[in-house]
């Protein structure tokens, strides 16, 4: 009589911790060439990912707004990419495998670079709030909010256009 294999032994995922196992014993924490490939294409994508962000905070630090407003869609495409490759190196970075030292390095790398990203930006924002600010207590501070009689009286017949915001359109 023919054996019928496992249905586990079938699928893809059983196929690769079979091979895992055959390559490193009974704990399975062996690599397979597709896992060491996706190693390999997560460390060339982190790489890329911290290229980028030194050329974006480089333009942060320069108060390079135009630049920095370029970068959005690398930088989104980039995170993106991190993201949905994350889940294919993620079990091996709480083993203790050799070929995973360098993407522990890279991640620990990205950390430092994030954060420092994240701190120009808050100023940059913090910055640009404070003009914001300025500009409308200007604004205040001209208009008076309206119009007074010669006793220092607000006139309340004479109302000021108020300041529009945005576009508008009139159809």
Not at 113 to 121: G, P, V
Not at 140 to 168: I, M, N, W
């Amino acid at each position: 009589m023919i054996g019928v294999p496992k249905t586990s032994a079938l699928s893809r995922l059983g196929i690769r911790l079979g091979e895992r196992k055959a390559r490193d014993g009974e704990d399975g924490t062996g690599l397979t060439d597709e896992d060491e490939g996706n190693i390999a294409e997560f460390e060339r994508v982190l790489s890329s990912t911290l290229d980028f962000l030194r050329k974006e905070n480089g333009a942060l630090e320069a108060k390079d707004v135009d630049r920095v407003a370029s970068y959005f869609d690398e930088k989104a495409r980039l995170l993106e990419t991190l993201e949905r490759r994350q889940p294919a190196v993620e079990p091996f970075l709480s083993v203790d495998v050799p070929a995973v030292a360098q993407l522990r390095k890279l991640i620990r790398d990205l950390a430092d670079q994030l954060e420092t990203n994240e701190r120009l930006l808050r100023g940059m924002a913090d910055a640009s709030r404070t003009i914001l600010a300025e500009v409308e207590h200007l604004r205040t501070r001209q208009s008076l909010k309206g119009v007074y009689d010669k006793s220092g009286q607000l006139r309340g017949d004479v109302a000021p256009k108020p300041v529009k915001k945005g576009f508008e359109k009139d159809f």
